[in-house]
């Protein structure tokens, strides 16, 4: 699939609101006067439009054998300590030259949802009040 150009998913855009005109500045002088343009209206209303919102993925992904397709996930930022954010790396990079050719690209990311996955079967063990007492609660069971 080609990529697409840039100008092309944006549409042709109009000259620059404002443009400086540049005069010498000799000493005791202003600034540069600004000149304001207002843009004229293009041509093509849908270009003007913002982009829809991707619609939400549905709890059951439709991926084939359980693997999840990017364009079926919602985004979700979390704060990592730099030790996991590292191991995470290391162990992404080693699963993905052991697997050779071929397969899905294992990801930091990939790694977080088989964790999240896991965490999610043994949410009934979880227990405390603290993360290191929900860590262990959990680690104990899954451990054992």
């Known amino acids: 699939m080609a990529r697409a150009d840039l100008s092309t998913m944006l549409g042709r855009l109009p000259e620059p609101i404002s443009q400086v005109q540049a005069q010498p500045k000799a000493a005791g002088e202003q600034a540069p006067k600004v000149a304001i343009t207002k ?3 293009p041509a093509n ?3 003007t439009k ?5 619609k ?3 709890s059951k992904l439709s991926a084939p054998q359980g693997h999840s397709h990017y364009s079926q996930l919602e985004r979700k930022e979390a ?3 730099e030790d996991q954010y590292a191991n995470l790396t290391m162990h992404a990079r080693r699963l993905n030259r052991a697997k050779g050719t ?6 930091e990311n990939t790694l977080i949802r088989i964790a999240i996955d896991l965490l999610l079967a043994n949410i009934d063990s979880l227990e ?4 290191d ?4 609660s959990v680690t104990h069971r899954v451990a054992t």
Not at 128 to 131: F, I, L, P, Q, V
Not at 133 to 136: D, I, Q, S
């Open 39 to 41: 843009r004229p209206a």
């Open 45 to 47: 209303k849908e270009a």
């Open 128 to 131: 405390g009040t603290t993360e």
């Open 102 to 107: 071929g397969g899905e690209r294992i990801t």
């Open 56 to 58: 939400r993925a549905s």
């Open 133 to 136: 007492e929900l860590t262990n």
């Open 50 to 54: 913002a982009p829809k919102a991707p």
């Open 79 to 81: 704060r990592l300590r």
